[in-house]
């Protein structure tokens, strides 16, 4: 299947399509990949602050957009490549200001039954792919992807579910900030973020999101940091 590439305009991403061929763009990427030779590898991947670092090898879940590009934007500002599947209405604008560098972004916005295939293509030359599932997914299928991500020495995130993930992340409570009484603009967010980890209990953590270079850690209510893990939660 043949694909062609968009030549971004300043703050857009690069997009696949349906036409043409993304050869040129794929060989660059390549190029930059030291991981195609080898075992498997693990490495951290810095995040925007220590409560959203990744890990290489991992899938990680969260229900939240705007996570999701939180956890995207420390390793692409960081100078890694990262991949977008499925998310035509996620606001690039908005990952812009909170640090993905849009030149080193490739998105599949259409990727239609094939984005898990087209999630695993992006996995070799990505060092991480944000994906948003068009369906269910499969516990085999995805043990093959995790499987490649270790191989590959890649992470993946995924906005939805995704069965035994290393971790999900949870928005739990948001607040906006910057309007007064009837006036003033939206300059932030803030967020009360809970993550759980197979058998351990669940931590949360507070994050205040104003944009590029400013994202912060914020304290959250001892009483809150922890919560008990449920007995046969799902992963």
Known sequence: MSVAVAVPAPDQPRTLGATGSAAGTLAELRQRVHRMQGGATSRRLPGLTPDLDLATGAAY???SASLALALLAGPSSAGEWVGVVGAPD?????AAGLGVD????????????HWLS?????VDVASVVLVHPAGPVAEHPAERLRARLRTKDAALVCWGEWPRCSAR??????AWTGLGRG???????RLVVEVGRPGAPRQSFGLHLPGRGGVEPVAVASEARQRPQVAGAAW
């Open 169 to 174: 992340f949870a928005v739990r409570e948001s």
């Open 61 to 63: 879940a969260t229900d």
């Open 183 to 189: 006036h003033g603009h939206l300059s932030g967010r």
């Open 102 to 113: 849009l030149e080193r972004t490739i998105v599949v916005p259409h990727p239609g039954e």
């Open 118 to 122: 087209v999630t695993a293509a992006l």
């Open 90 to 94: 996620l606001g690039y604008e908005a």
